[in-house]
């Protein structure tokens, strides 16, 4: 039987546009996968490794079905952003309270992590850009990348607040100082790609030190509302712009890549 291709499917970009509601969401769900974290650990009584084992699966199940997709959905994206920052958080958790690995040591790990990832990346389709994800590829190669930021701004930002002693609230002051030395210098000329990868990384340590910030009892430096609290006041609100997004497709990047299938 003879092999034809048909060029008529077309993917378009798998990921949303960067504005300022990705930028809230990004962080709130950084927050979330701190907190939520503690919670299934915690208060739920699973404990670290059946907690990252459960979510673990279940991202898995929600990225096989984002891979799928042939476009941009607002609900299935931000959901697999949400499983892979507490997934990325037990990870880090596991290294280091399990395994006894120093958060030094986890922070280099997953730094050289996502500059494989980056390098590995780069070689094969020679752009990091988000903007042109629009091949399986392109996808997989992103969620890699972003799993290694979730972990690593977990380890670093937990280096900065607990090993070396600064406290959430000051940690969340200074990476949020940093984060505004990005879009500085991406104002200043520095390459939309760099500067956004950049922050995505130090989005993760800021996030979560304002998760445990708000969380943690007064007693430990906190403002004592609870890992349960938090975590549904994030959610709601997550939820919420997600819709908005969905209804209105206020950050669609609308490139398209016609995709070769066999019939």
């Known amino acids: 039987m003879e092999t034809q291709r048909s060029l008529t499917q077309e993917m378009l970009n798998k990921v949303p ?16 996968g701190e907190t939520a974290a503690d919670f299934l650990i915690f208060n739920v009584g699973l ?19 984002q891979l799928r997709l042939r476009e941009y959905v607002p609900t ?27 958060l030094a040591t986890t922070t280099i790990l997953f730094g050289t992590g996502l500059a494989v990832v980056f390098a590995a990346w780069y070689a094969s389709e020679k752009t ?16 890699a990348a972003i799993l290694f930021t979730f972990a690593l701004g977990t380890s670093a930002g937990d280096l900065v607040a607990e090993s070396v002693g600064l406290g959430y609230g000051t940690s969340a ?4 100082a940093l984060i505004a030395v990005v879009y500085l210098g991406h104002r200043l000329g520095v ?16 996030g979560a030190s304002m998760g445990d910030l708000l969380s943690q009892p007064v ?19 997550i939820a919420a712009l997600v819709a908005y997004l969905t209804v ?13 299938v066999e019939a």
Do not use: C
């Not at 390459?191 to 800021?206: C, H, K, M, N, Q």
């Not at 430990?220 to 994030?234: C, D, I, R």
């Open 47 to 65: 404990g670290l490794v059946l907690t990252s084992l459960i979510m673990g699966a279940l991202l898995l199940i929600v990225l096989f079905y």
């Open 248 to 260: 209105t497709r206020a950050d669609r990047i609308e490139t398209a890549q016609v995709v070769e």
């Open 17 to 32: 546009a960067v504005t300022l509601a990705f930028w809230v969401i990004k962080i709130m769900a950084t927050t979330v």
């Open 173 to 176: 002051v200074i990476f949020g």
């Open 76 to 102: 299935s994206y931000w959901l697999v952003v949400v499983l892979v920052s507490i997934v990325g958080t037990l990870v880090s958790d596991y290294l280091v309270d399990d395994l006894g690995i120093s």
């Open 219 to 237: 007693g430990n430096g906190g403002l004592g509302l609870g890992t349960t609290g938090t975590s549904v006041l994030f959610l709601v609100t």
């Open 128 to 143: 990091l850009s988000i903007h042109s994800i629009f091949t399986t590829k392109r996808e997989l190669f992103y969620w």
């Open 191 to 206: 390459g939309a790609v760099l500067a956004f990868w950049v922050a995505y990384i130090l989005t993760r340590p800021f």
